[in-house]
Structures are given as C-alpha cells and as structure tokens.
C-alpha cells in the first residue's frame, strides 16, 4: 500500500489543455513536495507546500495543500509540450523515521 | 560542484557480480539520501546519511546492500552478489536539512543480466 497516492496514473492530453492531479493520503504532513521528472533524469524540485489551505504559484502551476495537511493537488493551465514528464508528491512519513516517500506518480504527455 | 553528480550512469552488472555505485553531493550538504526506482514507479527510500554518520537504513531490502560516506561528502552504494530484481535506476540526493527539498542526481540506471 502506498503512503501517498496519486491519480490519474497516466494523463495525456493536448496542448493548451487544463488539467490537475491529485496527491492523497490518510496521513497527516508537515509538509508536501512536488517534483518532476524527465526519463533519464532524477527529480526535480518544483514546490514545498508547508501550510494547511495553502496555494502556491509557479507561472503556469497551481499547487495546493489541503486544509487538514492529507492532500495535495497541482493544477497546469494551458500545457505545453514542456510539461511532459512523470509528476512526484512527495511527504515524510512519521511511521517510518520521517523518511521521505513518494508517491508512484502521475505521467503526463501534452501533445503538441 | 553545482549538482549532483552520479557515476556511472549506467552498469550492466552479471548475476552474481558485485556493483559499487557513487555519488558525490552539493558540496555542504549535510544530508545525503539514496532511493532505488523501479521502471514506472516512484522513488523507494533505501537510507539516509548525516554527515557521515548513516542514521536509517530500513529501505535497503537486503543485507547485499551496503552504503557508506566515510568523510561525510562522497557516498558509495554497493550491492553484492547482484540479482535480477535489483535491476532499477538508483538515484541519490542531498540537502542542507533533512526533508526540506532534495536536489537529486541524474541516476545510476542498473541492469542484472
């Protein structure tokens, strides 16, 4: 079972195209990280959402952390090819040494 | 340097054999973490370093999985006597504090034949 599940597990849609995906749990964080990744490279920090209820903006994402700190959730407005990669949350888990786990991802393809 | 580096980038390692795999962190950073990536899943935490001090190693699935970072910089993760199902990218990443955002390297992809 996964601390942290992310849905949809796979997303492609076109260019200029919305879309959001989520990151749950039934755990409590102190903190939430997005990152992405391209093939053939490691993870990439995009955001730390630290706060219950708290939205953060980077261009084009949206990032938001749920009230009571279970949930994330990352919103792109108008993809670009550039979008595409495997999108990561990623939290501490309190149950095992407050490593950090990631969930499996979401992998999103934006045709152009 | 300005990221972290990973070497080799890719091993082909015979069953059996024994890999040594390294990485070299953000110079300063503290904490030193390893994860192994399975084809389509997200990263699984192996262990983590303070310095040099390896403070939680429940990921490694195996006592064949060693790591060490004796002087607190460089870190070497080895696998003994290599089997299929440890073929996966392994990727490090450091930080200055723990959890706080890790920059990671590119990887390490290995492959059991």
């Known amino acids: 079972t996964q601390l942290l599940e992310q849905s949809p597990q796979f997303l492609s849609i076109q260019e200029g195209e919305n879309l959001t995906v989520y990151c749950n749990s039934s755990?409590?964080?102190?903190?939430l990280q997005w990152y992405r990744q391209e093939p053939g490279e490691g993870p990439v920090l995009l955001v730390t959402v630290v706060t219950g209820g708290e939205v953060k903006k980077l261009k084009r994402l949206t990032f938001q952390f749920g009230d009571a700190r279970k949930d994330s959730s990352l919103h792109i407005t108008a993809a670009q090819p550039g979008d595409t990669g495997l999108y990561l949350c990623?939290?501490?888990?309190?149950?095992?040494?407050?490593?950090?786990?990631f969930g499996a991802g979401t992998r999103l393809t934006v045709k152009p | 340097g300005a990221g972290v580096s990973q070497s080799p980038r890719y091993k082909v390692a015979k069953r059996g054999q024994d890999v040594a795999l390294r990485c070299d962190p953000i110079s300063g950073h503290v904490s030193l973490f390893w994860y192994q990536q399975a084809l389509g899943q997200g990263p699984e935490f192996l262990t983590y370093f303070q310095n040099e001090a390896q403070l939680d190693k429940s990921g490694l699935p195996s006592d064949r999985f060693f790591a060490e970072r004796p002087e607190g910089s460089v870190s070497t993760l080895k696998i003994q006597r290599t089997q299929q199902e440890d073929s996966a990218v392994y990727l490090c990443?450091?930080?200055?504090?723990?959890?706080?955002?890790?920059?990671f390297g590119s990887g390490t992809r290995l492959t059991v034949v």
């Open positions: 990623a939290g501490e888990d309190y149950l095992h040494n407050n490593d950090m786990r």
């Open positions: 755990s409590v964080f102190s903190s």
């Open positions: 990443a450091s930080s200055q504090l723990r959890n706080y955002g890790y920059t």
